[in-house]
């Protein structure tokens, strides 16, 4: 089972501040996943295929990385982007980060 | 539009079976993958099987002897069954449908419901 460490385990960002969350796995993985959760509410799908925004992301967003190390960067920090994000892989079985605490400074 | 909603009990006790329902929309169960996940209160998440429009499925290691994942294909809907249950299986589960263009990314989330082992 290929495993997915992030971080920080918590940020504190001011708004307009940049952001930078990292996922490093066990082994190698083509492609990275993230999804935004926020307090009470479901997982959203957030990047898909390492780098491409979903449907509704603000394109301050972005997402890079390869191999055993990636990332999803917020280049500006809003208030609405306090929230928990998870990085997940599909290399053999499916995994999930811990998770990255985001919270507004 | 698609949609999935879970439902099941709220409440288990431990050493019984857990069965969960997500019944879904807007697609077809025979075209898309489906999968479990859950999240323990203020943890993070669990993958925990997938069935995929084929009928076929596979498990997370940890709980494929406890697990088992079907469907009703007319009903639009897949099961969850969990036997065996213990406290540390108290969770918020939810299901999901894979992407089309990328199946190894949960493009669409139930709201979850959540499973509290209690006796």
């Known amino acids: 089972e290929i495993v997915l460490t992030q971080s920080p385990t918590t940020i504190a960002a001011s708004p307009g501040e940049k952001v930078t969350i990292t996922c490093r796995a066990s082994?190698?993985?083509?492609?990275m996943y993230w999804y935004q959760q926020k307090p009470g509410a479901s997982p959203k799908p957030w990047i898909y295929d390492t780098s491409k925004l979903a449907s509704g992301v603000p394109n301050r967003f972005s997402g890079s990385g390869s191999g055993t190390s990636y990332s999803l960067t917020i280049n500006t920090m809003e208030t609405e982007d306090a929230a928990t994000y998870y990085c997940q892989q599909w290399s053999s079985t499916p995994t999930f980060g811990a998770g990255t605490k985001l919270e507004l400074k | 539009q698609v949609q999935l909603k879970e439902s099941g009990p709220g409440l288990v006790q431990p050493s019984q079976t857990l069965s969960l329902t997500c019944t879904v929309s807007?697609?077809?169960?025979?075209?898309?993958?489906v999968i479990w996940v859950r999240q323990p209160p203020g943890k993070g998440l669990e993958w925990m099987g997938v069935i995929w429009g084929n009928g076929n499925t596979n498990y997370n290691s940890a709980l494929k002897s406890r697990l088992s994942i079907s469907r009703d294909t007319s009903k639009s809907q897949v099961y969850l069954k969990m036997n065996s249950l213990q406290t540390e299986d108290t969770a918020t589960y939810y299901c999901?449908?894979?992407?089309?263009?990328?199946?190894?990314?949960?493009?669409?989330w139930g709201q979850g419901t959540l499973v509290t082992v209690s006796s």
């Open positions: 999901a449908r894979v992407s089309r263009v990328y199946p190894h990314w949960f493009a669409y």
């Open positions: 807007g697609f077809s169960l025979s075209s898309y993958g």
């Open positions: 082994s190698s993985v083509s492609y």
